[in-house]
């Protein structure tokens, strides 16, 4: 039971495209209406539109439990199977996507400390930083739904799945042990390779990212920042990717917790850029996440006859956050 796939592509392409199409709206209102002019992000904003994003995310949680509800009590593919339950399988869906939110969203903090680093070098101006996430949540995107693709066809061989395992438990203890190394744009590889193609101002020109001087394309700072952060996202995307596919073999929910998770960052970024240093502890938390993960991957899954309890993964994953941050509160309350 646990291989069967609840939602195959084929048979749910129409709510693959009704949701993207879904997705496509919000970004285009979010840029074309809420955010036409250029203008600082305050954090009374930040925290509405991060209720906005969380508020969607966890009402399409509960038409999505609904709608798997009455789906599986009429699907004769699946009624077919022995021992299936349309009730406790639409339970677990939704628990899934919850679990599948909550850990997209935990490891999107490690993005935002590389935004607060980008954004410092480049002295990109606050009013500009919101237009250069929008096209990096773009980009994000569209790397993700490769990622997942990907990972819905290599993840089906078991060899595999147990490599991506033991690699995000390496991370983890990556993340716990080894010491922080301080992030240097200027020395990417692809920031090096990007400036030998185009020449870049000194200064910003407004919100734009190329500028045309003399029959010469200019690219402006505004770009490189958006190179490094797409860069660094891809970078990400391969932790985070199979972190999920730990929680749930199905592609539709990878999917669609990733996007919420990624439509939130920004929001995120703003309302926590100022004092993200404070939750010095909440790292080890991510790291202690990753190895669980990895560990459900390798390990946890198969000892439990296919699939760890996800209710059990839930309560894990939530509690190792909250006491990562409130150790951050308490210790820097302490200090003070």
């Known amino acids: 039971m646990e291989n069967v ?101 935990t490891l999107a903090v490690d993005n935002i400390f590389v935004f607060v680093v980008v954004f410092n070098f480049f002295a990109i101006p606050l009013k500009y930083q919101h237009r250069v996430l929008f096209f990096g949540i773009i980009g994000a995107l569209i790397f993700r739904i490769i990622f997942i693709a990907m990972g819905s066809i290599l993840l089906q061989y078991q060899w595999i799945v147990i490599f991506f395992g033991v690699f995000l438990i390496l991370t983890g203890f990556k993340i716990i042990f080894a010491p922080e190394k301080p992030i240097d744009p200027e020395k990417n590889p692809v920031i090096k390779l990007f400036r030998k193609f185009f020449p870049v101002t000194p200064t910003f020109e407004g919100q734009k990212f190329f ?5 010469i394309l200019y690219a402006t ?8 952060i797409e860069v660094s996202d891809i970078i990400f995307a391969v932790d985070s990717v199979p972190a999920i596919f730990a929680i749930t073999n199905e592609p539709l ?12 960052l920004r929001a995120l970024y703003f309302m926590l850029a100022g004092v993200i240093n404070k939750f010095r502890y909440l790292k080890y938390g991510l790291g202690i996440v990753l190895v669980f993960v990895g560990l459900k991957m390798a390990w946890l899954n198969e000892a439990f006859g296919g699939k760890f309890p996800i209710s059990w993964s839930l309560l894990i994953i939530t509690s190792i956050i909250t006491v990562s941050i409130l150790i951050s509160l308490f210790k820097k309350e302490k200090e003070a």
């Open 5 to 105: 796939i609840l939602f195959p592509f084929s048979d749910y392409w129409f709510f693959y495209a009704g949701f993207t199409a879904f997705v496509l709206l919000l970004l285009a209102l979010d840029l074309g209406v809420f955010h036409r002019e250029a203008h600082e992000v305050t954090f009374k904003e930040s925290l509405t539109w991060s209720i906005v994003w969380i508020s969607l995310a966890l009402i399409f949680n509960y038409l999505f439990f609904l709608y798997a509800g009455m789906k599986f009590e009429t699907d004769p593919r699946l009624l077919a199977i022995p021992g299936f339950d349309p009730d406790a399988s639409a339970k677990q869906i939704g628990l899934e996507f919850l679990t599948g939110f909550i850990v997209e969203k």
């Open 253 to 264: 929910i990878v999917f669609t917790s990733n996007v919420f998770a990624i439509l939130g």
């Open 221 to 228: 700072p505004l770009m490189v920042a958006l190179v490094f």
């Open 211 to 215: 500028l045309r001087k003399e029959g």
